[in-house]
């Protein structure tokens, strides 16, 4: 548990300085962050600056060199919802049955999945019967976020969700993510999207070269940094370098 401001907030992740080191190269650098539930948190920072090494990290996917990571429970794969930067749909398995396959693996009971509603939140129910790995970007974009919430996780973990997407596709998984927010879900994503960050995120962090270089809420970062918006506290952090 985490007390700030009089209210009690549980702690789903904490890190503590995390650090990975490829070949020589450092690409994490002593990160230490903390999720708590019901934020919605924005990971920014260019191109090979850590942050799908990070999250991988906090999914215990990669092992970090040095650090520590702790989760709120032991299991917590089976309450985590995770859109990784490429979901491995199954082939000649139509949009149906990957949501199918993908609920057996979260042990999810049929009778508990509600397969139209989901198609019809994120947009797919023309695709049902389409093979999942013909949809269109966009479209497996919403399929791979949609099949993270199929088993109600306490934590979903979106690694740059809106990347690739037209100024439309992009509105769509704001739209989503502002949904989950909404519903009380706690939500980490990677984005390069200012407006979709500036929209949504309680609090973002940016890394650069390996290293977390600023975390706060969006306007205390912004007056802080004497910036005008979040456009502008990026290029100040990065080119910092
Ligand atoms: N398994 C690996 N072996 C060697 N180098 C790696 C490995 N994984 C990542 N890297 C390197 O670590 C650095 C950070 O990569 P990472 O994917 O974490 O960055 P990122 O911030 O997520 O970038 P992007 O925004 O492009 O997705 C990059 O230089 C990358 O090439």
Redesign the pocket.
């Known amino acids: 548990m985490f007390n700030e401001g009089g209210f009690t907030l549980r702690t789903l992740i904490k890190a503590e300085n995390l650090t990975k080191t ?2 020589g190269r450092t ?1 994490v650098k002593n990160g230490s962050l903390h999720i708590r539930e019901g934020e919605t948190i924005a990971l920014m ?10 999250i991988g990290m906090l999914l215990r996917l990669i092992h970090p060199d040095s650090g520590v990571v702790q989760h709120w429970t032991q299991n917590f794969k089976a309450e985590t919802g995770v859109q990784l ?1 490429s979901t491995p749909f199954f082939e000649g398995h139509s949009v149906e049955e990957n949501i199918r396959l993908f609920a057996a693996f979260y042990n999810v009971k049929s009778k508990e999945l509600d397969i139209n509603s989901l198609l019809e939140v994120y947009g797919l129910r023309e695709e049902k019967k389409s093979p999942a790995i013909k949809l269109s970007l966009g479209q497996q974009k919403r399929l791979a976020i949609a099949v993270t919430t199929l088993h109600n996780p306490k934590l979903i973990i979106l690694d ?1 969700p809106s990347a690739g997407l037209d100024p439309r596709g992009q509105k769509d998984i704001q739209q989503h993510i502002v949904e989950m927010k909404e519903r009380g879900d706690t939500v980490f994503f ?1 984005s ?1 999207d200012m407006l979709e960050v500036s929209k949504v995120a309680d609090r973002v962090m940016i ?1 650069n070269d390996g290293e977390i270089a600023v975390t706060g809420t969006p306007q205390s970062l912004i007056n802080e940094h004497g910036v005008s918006d979040v456009d502008e506290l990026y290029s100040l952090i990065t080119e910092q370098g």
Not at 45 to 54: R, V, W, Y
Request: aromatic letters at 6%.
């Open positions: 490829y070949r690409v920072g260019p191109n090979g600056a850590g942050k799908t090494t990070m930067q740059e990677s390069h890394m």
